[in-house]
């Protein structure tokens, strides 16, 4: 079949919804365990992991070559190449996040709130596991690292579907990963994928439900909203990132020019790399020439609006590739050396704009007055606000979660970086001493 916005979703195979099912079951089997666990041994378990992973870092990164040749010869672009890279270093970068999971609170057993009811009652919500997770992803193999060490520390399980771009990196580490929990005690099946099922196995995780807790979806907005509109399991989504960068009339352009570059090129094929640059008039004859210039500079094309098109060919910026934008591109994630550029002629015009475009994961606002930023920090509706820096800090990682399952666009349970807090949900304790209701 194919899905509302032209991926194709394989059939669901009753053999392959099946034995889905059964691993589902087993990882629930294993989550109950593990939630058993107090926090000094699930920390043992993480150390344990992030050593192994230290351990078998070249072998990760030899099969990780096999993906990437693959992934050349298909043509793959720079921008995904780079997601998909998953070398010694990162290998090594990843098991330092996992060392640094294992420093974090466990939220399991947490009291969100509580009271004592007028008859002695006593009342306590805390926080708990949510269970089995799914984890729909592609070309990024770090995934498989973070959400491993995640689930970990918050108690749960989690069946991983992580597409054959990546199906060499994503079994060397598992491997590692299960040869750690079953040293440790643990059934591996805490940690396991389904990628040998393919497109199928998908499939059979979304349609699980009383099977899998949970789905999150990870990658383009072809395959989240593939998951998202053909699941009957409850999904997180997850959102692509076509992330606004507004420049105010009363920005400061020695700090803005770096936090542009920075967001727009560090990396181009992640989710908070900026893809919109939205400028107030009353700086965009003075401001323009100058951002084109540098972006000029760093290769980036830009497809710019008829005002900002005629302000920069004004310019004759040197090396500059410029061309005028569609409507399309409003709405277009790059996830390449591109960006659109559009000038507006108020803050009231930039915020109307990004809520109308934006997919709801990360905006930023350059500007030197607390008014427009108050303004805009309450009115965009988005999971992530940035005042003078860069979207790239939108990462769990920075944000101290020493990880990130995904980055929530959606309002209900969790919006932003996923860390631990995310990945449990509440019970109700009640402590009595024979109080009936009358």
Known sequence: ???????????????????????????????????????????????????????????IAEANQEDMRAAREAGMSEGKLDRLLFDGARVAAAAEGVRHVATLADPVGQVVRGSTLPNGLRLSQVRVPIGVFGMIYEARPNVTVDVASLCIKSGNAVLLRGGHEAEHTNAATLKVIGGVLREAGFDPALVASVDRFGRMGATAMMEARGHIDVLVPRGGAGLIQAVVRNSKVPVIETGAGNVHIYVDASADFDKAIPVILNAKTQRVGVCNAAEKLIVHKGVAKAFLPIAATALADAGVELHADETAYGIIENANVAGLNMVRATDEDWDTEYLALRM????????????????????????????????????????????????????????????????????????????GPMGLTEMTTTKWVGYGTGQVRK
């Open 340 to 415: 659109g550029v559009k000038v507006v002629d108020s803050l009231g015009e930039a915020i109307e704009h990004i809520n109308t475009h934006s997919t709801g994961h990360t905006e930023c606002i350059l500007s030197e007055d607390y008014s427009a930023i108050e303004r805009f920090t309450k009115l965009i509706d988005s999971a992530v606000v940035m005042v003078n820096a860069s979207s790239r800090f939108t990462d769990g990682g920075m944000f101290g979660f020493g990880a990130e399952l995904g980055i929530s666009t959606q309002k209900l349970h969790a919006r």
């Open 1 to 59: 079949m194919v899905d509302d916005g032209g991926r194709n979703v394989a059939s669901l195979d009753p053999e392959v919804f099946e034995d889905v099912c059964a691993m589902a079951d087993a990882a629930g089997r294993a989550q109950g365990q593990l939630a058993n666990a107090d926090a000094d041994r699930k920390n043992a378990l993480l150390l344990a992991m992030a050593d192994a992973l230290d351990a078998g870092k070249a072998g």
